[in-house]
């Protein structure tokens, strides 16, 4: 297994923004499916944002319209731009590899169907 390595968490105030990075190997994510999953202290993981194949993209409720993924192919790395955060958006936010052989699958964001997860990276939000 190989595992992806998050960056760019950080402490902001509320309404603030930050870019979250997620460098993957193993796989070429323009033919893959990749997620942005959080998990706040106390509460279960969830899924925040997928990525499968070049464009086609998710979001989940808490985040749509706030959240942004993207991808440099080149670079094989998978962000997560985060706009207007708010204090319920600070958690533990992990990038993982997804079933490219489905794109409902992937992009349904279920934490069963992903694998090879990272260590994660912090982020807090201060009101």
């Known amino acids: 297994q190989v595992h992806p390595v998050e960056s760019g968490g950080d402490s902001v105030q509320t309404g603030g923004s930050l870019r979250l990075a997620c460098v993957v190997s193993?796989?070429?994510?323009?033919?893959?499916?990749t997620g942005w999953f959080r998990q706040a202290p106390g509460k279960e993981r969830e899924g925040v944002a997928a990525?499968?194949?070049?464009?086609?993209?998710r979001y989940t409720a808490p985040v749509k319209g706030r959240f942004t993924i993207s991808q440099d192919i080149a670079e094989n790395t998978v962000y997560l731009q985060m706009s207007s955060l708010k204090p319920e958006d600070t958690a533990m936010y992990y990038c993982?590899?997804?079933?490219?052989?489905?794109?409902?699958?992937?992009?349904?964001?279920?934490?069963?169907?992903?694998?090879?997860w990272g260590q994660g990276t912090r982020v807090t939000v201060s009101s």
């Open positions: 193993g796989y070429s994510i323009v033919s893959g499916c």
């Open positions: 990525i499968f194949g070049a464009d086609i993209t």
């Open positions: 993982a590899r997804g079933p490219a052989w489905s794109r409902s699958y992937c992009l349904n964001l279920q934490t069963a169907q992903f694998g090879d």
